[in-house]
Structures are given as structure tokens and as C-alpha cells.
């Protein structure tokens, strides 16, 4: 059989439309409003209603705008909402430009290091252009905040405000990326000059001061010192003078990310329950903590996530926010587009073929702050997004159960809501997963 499509394909293919039932009056809401809109389902005021049986209360939502910091984002979230108590400021916000700085800068090393790593390997070859493919970009995993807070510490965004280029990371993306990659150059041509380790080493040393310059001029340069000086929501004044980024965290903050377990669930090929994962290319922090997930069946994820909420604690969580979502509405529900229905294909996939066919993707993280749970059971989720004010509830989303089980795959929990199996599991051996693993 012929590889080409033949006209006789094209003419039998032009008949089966014409028999599809209202074929005519489907192709045109489609061409003048889009796919989504005309296969956007109508939805219930209980979808809509921002109301849950255990909810924390939590403040104004953080706008990471034109930026991929989502995961900072949702990290410092669930930190301000333990914390804020403590300054008697309800929406106390900590500076995310400030880690970013730090990101980028040890995304940087991590990059060169790898190109040292794989100095003699040609190119073309798979690893090698996995890191020059992402060299150095805004993205990133609940660890690796994690890993930057514990070694930098954080500061309140008073002190080290967003910037254009914190806001709008675009145009800085790109200009890390080529300084990186021409760095890249510089590196193996030297080493095909003879150079050895050591000198490779010093030569990224050198090559991480152009770095920091770029960040300096982008971000500004984080201050190594600084005062703390805020109101409270009852109008009163505070100083606390003499600060450093590391003892504002210890003093204030004092949070134990040991304490804290990543949980997966996919039935994925190759990814078996009660296993844990690592996944080294997206250790960003040299010496920091690891990317270690747990896999458990959904019912596991779901009721820790559940007992963190009821414990009085908001839950980190990644998400793919882009599949059957309404943005302006806030809203979050499975097949909340029946694009089956309007094609007239079954388009569904179980969450591990999704997985295995790059279909599915941790594409943002955002935060559970509040459960509906009629008979024990959960019926929907309020979730804490990181987009400004302007969608959904206040910048509030609801997601009901159904997206939950389709489309949140990651949950950071406290080791206490933790049953005993998935501590077990963290004694084991984990399986390390390739840079392109689907799960990255």
C-alpha cells in the first residue's frame, strides 16, 4: 500500500463527512468562535460556588505574570499562608525576584558543569542536546525552590521588588541561552585544545561572572543585608533591623523541607507504585536537594492532600492548568470541553497513555487551599492560582474531582499525613529517569 494520500482517499473522506449528522452546522460554530467555545460544556452553579466543608483561609492571590515562576510561586505561597500569622500581616508577600536571581545563576552552573560532564561527547548526541536544547530557562519543581530557600534564604518583596524582567522573562531567556550556549563553545574548543579539568573548572568560574553581570543588570543585585520595616493589619508599626536573607528565614520562617514528601501518580509504562523517581537534569542546586517523587495510586494522593488541608496546611501541587480549564471563570472541570462530542472521536486517554505519549504535562503548579468533602468524599477543590486577581474567583480557581483525578499529578506533603508504606518507600533505591522522561 501507497505511503502517499491518493485522490481516491481524499474523495472517500469528503463522503464520510457528508454523513456526519449536522456536519454543516457544527463545522460553522466551529470556524467563527474556535473548538473550545463550541465544544465548551454548560456548567452548574455548584461548579461555580467557591465553597468547601474545610477550607484555610488564606489572603491576596501573587501574580507571577509574563513568567514561568509558577513553582516559586506556589512554594512561597505555601509558606506565607504557615507564616504570616506571625507578623500579624494577612497578605504578606516574600520576593520572588530575589530567588529567581539565585535560579537562574545556579540553573547556569548546572549548565556548564554539564558541559564540562560532556565535553567530549559529539554533537548530535541525545544528552548533550537535551541541555543545549534547555539551557537555562524560568521553569522548575517544588525542590528545587526548596533547595534555593535553604541555601539563599528569602526576603520580603519590599526589600527586592519585581522588575520588567522578573515580570516579562522572555527577552531574558533568550539572552541567557545565547551567552550560555556560546559559553558552551568556548568550553569544548578548549578542551580540544588540550585544556584540562581543572582549567575547564576556572574557566566556568570566570564564565559564571558574565552571568551574574546579566542578572545584576536584570533583576538587580540581591542586598545582603537589609531592615525589615512593615505595618501590620492593625496599623502598627515594626523594625527589625540588621537582616540577612538567611537569618530573616531561620528567625521568621524556620521551615524543615525534610519534612516534606513529593507524591506522583501515574500508571505511566515503566513507573510502578510504591517506587520512587529521581531525575538529575532538573537538579538545579549543585549539592541541593534532589527531584524525588513517590508514586501511589490516586486514592493515596488524594486523602494525604486531603489530611494536610484539615491539618491546617495548604498543599503545593503540579498540574497540567491548560487541559479542560476556563481561565476567566476560574474553573476546572473534566471534560469541561467535549470535543469528543463535537467530532464525534473519542478523544480520552487514562492518565498513564497520556504520560507515555507526551500528552500529558506538569505544565504549571499552583496551591490547594480548601476541600468540599459530602460523605468523606471529595467533590471539588479550591486552588490558590498565581495569575493575578483579574480570573476566576479573586484569582481563586475551583477544580472539581473528576480534573483533579485527570490532571493534578504532583502533591508535596508533610511527612505526619503520610501513611507508613510511602515513608518505607523512601528507604529504597529510586529508579533514575532521563532528562526527556516524560515526567520532567
Not at 570566570?206 to 540581591?222: H, K, N
Request: glycine share 8%; proline share 4%; charged share 20%.
Amino acid at each position: 500500500m501507497s505511503k502517499a494520500i491518493s485522490w481516491q482517499q481524499v474523495q472517500q473522506y469528503q463522503q464520510e463527512l457528508q454523513q456526519q449528522p449536522g456536519h454543516a452546522a457544527l463545522a460553522r460554530a466551529v470556524q467563527n468562535v474556535g473548538i473550545k467555545a463550541a465544544s465548551r460544556q454548560q456548567l452548574g452553579q455548584a461548579a461555580f460556588a467557591p465553597v468547601f466543608s474545610d477550607e484555610i483561609p488564606t489572603g491576596v492571590v501573587t501574580n507571577q505574570k509574563h513568567s514561568g515562576r509558577c513553582w516559586m510561586f506556589a512554594e512561597l505561597n505555601t509558606m506565607r499562608h504557615a507564616v504570616s500569622g506571625k507578623f500579624g500581616v494577612k497578605n504578606l508577600e516574600f520576593s520572588q525576584a530575589f530567588l529567581a536571581f539565585y535560579d537562574r545563576l545556579e540553573k547556569s552552573n548546572q549548565f556548564l558543569n554539564q558541559m564540562i560532564a560532556n565535553v567530549a561527547a559529539p554533537i548530535g548526541s541525545r544528552k548533550l542536546d537535551w541541555y543545549l536544547t534547555w539551557a537555562n530557562g524560568d521553569g522548575g519543581q517544588y525542590e528545587n525552590a526548596a533547595s534555593l530557600i535553604a541555601k539563599y534564604g528569602v526576603i520580603p518583596k519590599s526589600v527586592m521588588p519585581e522588575t520588567y524582567n522578573s515580570d516579562n522573562t522572555t527577552e531574558l531567556n533568550a539572552t541567557l541561552n545565547l551567552k550560555l550556549r556560546q559559553d558552551a563553545v568556548a568550553l569544548r574548543q578548549a578542551y580540544a585544545s588540550g585544556a584540562t579539568p581543572d582549567q575547564l573548572a576556572a574557566q566556568r568560574v570566570q564564565q559564571l561572572s558574565t552571568i551574574y553581570r546579566i542578572l545584576a543588570y536584570a533583576y538587580g543585585e540581591p542586598p545582603r543585608q537589609f531592615d525589615f520595616e512593615y505595618m501590620d493589619d492593625q496599623h502598627q508599626y515594626h523594625r527589625v533591623p540588621g537582616l540577612t536573607p538567611r537569618s530573616f528565614f531561620d528567625q521568621f520562617l524556620g521551615w524543615d523541607f525534610d519534612q516534606y514528601v513529593m507524591l506522583i501518580s501515574t500508571n505511566a509504562t515503566g513507573k510502578e507504585y510504591w517506587h520512587s523517581y529521581t531525575l538529575p537534569s532538573q537538579d538545579h542546586v549543585e549539592g541541593g536537594r534532589r527531584i524525588l517523587w513517590v508514586n501511589v495510586p490516586e486514592a493515596v494522593l488524594e486523602q494525604a492532600a486531603i489530611q494536610q488541608i484539615q491539618g491546617g496546611e495548604t498543599v503545593w501541587f503540579g498540574n497540567d492548568v491548560l487541559a479542560d480549564s476556563d481561565r476567566q471563570s476560574g474553573t476546572l472541570v473534566g471534560d469541561l470541553y467535549a470535543q469528543s462530542e463535537l467530532f464525534g472521536v473519542d478523544l480520552h486517554m487514562d492518565v498513564g497513555t497520556r504520560f507515555d505519549t507526551h500528552q500529558a504535562e506538569v505544565s504549571h503548579a499552583m496551591v490547594l487551599t480548601g476541600v468540599d468533602l459530602v460523605k468523606g468524599a471529595p467533590t471539588k477543590w479550591k486552588v490558590e492560582n498565581s495569575w493575578g486577581s483579574a480570573n476566576g474567583h479573586d484569582g481563586y480557581f475551583v477544580a472539581d474531582e473528576r480534573w483533579f483525578q485527570d490532571y493534578a499529578y504532583s502533591v508535596a506533603i508533610n511527612r505526619q499525613y503520610l501513611p507508613q508504606r510511602v515513608l518505607d518507600v523512601l528507604d529504597q533505591a529510586p529508579t533514575t529517569l532521563a532528562p526527556w522522561d516524560p515526567l520532567a
